[in-house]
C-alpha cells in the first residue's frame, strides 16, 4: 500500500512539474522551465533535432527571447511515476518571416529524482512550414532535403545566439 501511495505521489508531482514547465513557457520564463530540467535532460524535436542539457537550455532562452506574442496552452497532461506526456498548443510569430504559426505538439517525458532526463516534442514539420515559410512551405516544405534545411537553419540560428549570448555572460 505504501508503494502504490508513494507511486502515485510521484505521478501527482510529475504532473504538476509538466504543468508548471508549461506554465513558465506561457510566461517565457526560461530560467523556470530549465529548473524543471535535470542537469543531465535530453530533448528533441523535429525543428532543432536532439540536444543536451546545454543545449536545450539555451533553445529555451532563445525561444522565449524571441517570443514575444508566444502563448503556450497544456493540456491532456497523463504522468505516472517514471514517465509523463502532454499535448500543447503553441501560437506565435516566427521572427525570421513575420508569419504566424499556430503549432499542435505531443511531448513525453521520462522522470528522475523529480525531474525531467528527457524531453521529445513530436508535430508535422510540413505543416508547421507551410505556416512559418508561406507559399515555399506550401510546395516544398514536405521533401526531406528542405525538412532537413530547416533543421539545418534552426541548428544555425541556436548556434549564432548561443556565441553571441553566452560571449556577453
Known amino acids: 500500500m505504501a508503494l502504490e501511495s508513494s507511486a502515485a505521489a510521484r505521478a501527482a508531482a510529475n504532473a504538476a512539474l509538466i504543468a508548471s514547465f508549461y506554465a513558465a513557457l506561457n510566461r517565457r520564463d ?7 530540467y535535470s542537469p543531465a535532460v535530453r530533448f528533441a524535436d523535429p525543428a532543432f533535432g536532439a540536444l543536451d ?19 503556450v496552452v497544456a493540456s491532456n497532461i497523463e504522468t505516472d511515476d517514471a514517465t ?3 499535448h500543447w498548443h503553441a501560437t506565435y510569430t516566427f521572427s525570421t518571416t513575420g508569419r504566424h504559426v499556430e503549432n499542435e505538439i505531443d511531448a513525453t517525458f521520462e522522470f528522475r529524482d523529480g525531474l525531467i532526463v528527457q524531453h521529445r516534442d513530436r508535430f508535422n514539420l510540413y505543416r508547421w512550414a507551410r ?12 521533401l526531406p532535403p528542405v525538412q532537413h534545411a530547416i533543421r539545418v537553419q534552426a541548428l544555425r540560428g541556436l548556434a549564432a545566439w548561443r556565441a553571441k549570448n ?4
Open 30 to 36: 526560461a530560467d523556470a522551465m530549465i529548473a524543471c
Open 53 to 71: 542539457a546545454a543545449g536545450v537550455a539555451a533553445m529555451w532562452r532563445m525561444l522565449c527571447e524571441r517570443g514575444k506574442d508566444l502563448a
Open 84 to 86: 509523463g506526456r502532454a
Open 131 to 142: 505556416q512559418a515559410l508561406g507559399l515555399k512551405g506550401w510546395l516544398i516544405g514536405w
Open 166 to 169: 553566452e560571449q556577453a555572460a
